[in-house]
Each structure stands twice: as structure tokens, then as C-alpha cells.
């Protein structure tokens, strides 16, 4: 049986043998490389790409969402938490509205905001509305007199905030302080008086145009 540079297996190798399979190694180097072994070179330098033979166009190996996951994975980030809470500004017949502060003991404390709460899995907004009103204020609010306005999307460190904003005109009981919270009416051009949670003071000029409108019938 004879080898690739034509000798014989189990024979010593002759000068004219050892002289062919050196002009064999410096064509070999001298080749250009498959495109299998320029792939397998292209992936260890991290670079390979793929082509679609149709449309002829060249795309990195790895998708956008996978260098982006790598990216945030190398820089510590991690993915916000979103978390969805309702508001309320409860306008009442002298064009005033509802602030309820924030008591001790809860995030933000302190602070002024619109009244409201979370959405519970499940639940539809207007709904959770008229839940956390009855829970923190004490009054009932028919789902039909919750009437959409704005929202608010805003980051803060740990999470990331979507509030729908509703305005009411029409609520049955006098809205009461259930949870520790201090509550007040303020007129439009209060608002900006107040200490408000970051995600609340974009709500404010939409909330006056409310007020006025409301006023105004």
C-alpha cells in the first residue's frame, strides 16, 4: 500500500521521496484556504458571517439580540422589573383636585401624588382604580365615569413605571384618609407647589386642562 507521497508503507523514506513531500508542504502553504478552514479561522478570531445566497447579502454570526444580551450581560445590567400602577385625579365641583401624600414607612414618603394603586394580575385599570380608591379614600367610583387621560412612563432605579391617568368628576362618600396617608384639594395653580414623586409631574399639565374644562361647565 502506497502512502500520499508514493511510498510504501513500512519503508523508509528516500531522498527523492523526502524532497516531494516537502514541495508538497510549501503548495499546500501557498493554497488558498476552503472556506471551511477560513470559517473555523473566522469564528476563533470572532468574526464569522453568514451569507444568503439569494438576496447576496453578508450578516454578523450573532444575532442584535444576542450581542445585546452579551453586552448587557459584560456591563451588570439587568433587565427593569416593569410595574403598572392606575392614578386618579378626582376633580371636584370647585375645580380643585385630590392629593393624597405618601405616609411614613413607604417608599417615596412624603411626597404628593394622585391617588391610586397597582393592577392586580387580571385585573383591567379601571377596575384596580376603583378598587384602590374605595381601599384608600373610601368612596365608590363607577368604572364608566373614569375617563382616560394621559399616562406616565418613567425609570426609576430599581423598576420601570407605567401609569395610566384617569380623571372623575363622580363619586359617591367623602373622600377619607384610610391608610395613614394626609390628604388635600388643591387648585390649579397649586400644583407645582408640591412634592411630587418624578413620575407624577409630567401628569400635571394635562391634569390642569382638566381642571379647567371641568370648571369651565
Given at each position: ?17 523526502v524532497?516531494?513531500f ?6 499546500s502553504q ?5 472556506h471551511v478552514?477560513?470559517a473555523?479561522q473566522?469564528?476563533?478570531?470572532g468574526t464569522v ?8 447579502k453578508?450578516?454578523p454570526?450573532?444575532s ?5 444580551q452579551?453586552?448587557?450581560s459584560?456591563n451588570g ?5 416593569m410595574v403598572?400602577v392606575?392614578?386618579?385625579a378626582l376633580?371636584?365641583?370647585q ?8 405616609p ?5 414618603a412624603?411626597l404628593?401624588?394622585f ?6 394580575a387580571?385585573?383591567a ?8 380608591l374605595r381601599e ?6 363607577e368604572c364608566?365615569?373614569?375617563?382616560p ?7 426609576y432605579?430599581?423598576?420601570h413605571?407605567?401609569?395610566?391617568l ?10 377619607t384618609?384610610?391608610e395613614?396617608?394626609?390628604?388635600t384639594?388643591?387648585a390649579?395653580?397649586?400644583l407645582?407647589?408640591f412634592?411630587?414623586p ?12 382638566a ?6 361647565q
Amino acid at each position: 500500500m502506497a502512502c500520499l507521497y508514493g511510498c510504501r508503507l513500512g519503508t523508509a523514506l528516500l531522498p527523492h521521496h523526502v524532497a516531494r513531500f516537502q514541495r508538497f508542504k510549501s503548495l499546500s502553504q501557498l493554497a488558498p484556504q476552503s472556506h471551511v478552514s477560513r470559517a473555523i479561522q473566522a469564528r476563533k478570531r470572532g468574526t464569522v458571517t453568514f451569507k444568503h445566497k439569494r438576496e447576496g447579502k453578508v450578516q454578523p454570526y450573532a444575532s442584535t439580540a444576542m450581542a445585546n444580551q452579551n453586552d448587557s450581560s459584560a456591563n451588570g445590567d439587568k433587565p427593569l422589573k416593569m410595574v403598572l400602577v392606575v392614578a386618579a385625579a378626582l376633580i371636584d365641583n370647585q375645580g380643585r383636585v385630590l392629593l393624597a401624600q405618601r405616609p411614613p414607612g413607604k417608599a417615596m414618603a412624603g411626597l404628593w401624588e394622585f391617588p391610586g394603586g397597582k393592577v392586580e394580575a387580571g385585573e383591567a385599570p379601571e377596575t384596580a382604580l376603583a378598587r384602590e380608591l374605595r381601599e384608600e379614600l373610601g368612596v365608590d367610583v363607577e368604572c364608566a365615569e373614569l375617563k382616560p387621560l394621559t399616562f406616565a412612563s418613567h425609570t426609576y432605579d430599581t423598576f420601570h413605571l407605567l401609569m395610566p391617568l384617569f380623571t372623575c368628576t363622580k363619586w359617591s362618600g367623602d373622600p377619607t384618609p384610610l391608610e395613614g396617608q394626609q390628604i388635600t384639594w388643591a387648585a390649579s395653580d397649586e400644583l407645582h407647589t408640591f412634592e411630587m414623586p418624578a413620575a407624577d409631574v409630567p401628569l400635571i399639565e394635562p391634569i390642569q386642562r382638566a381642571m379647567a374644562m371641568a370648571k369651565a361647565q
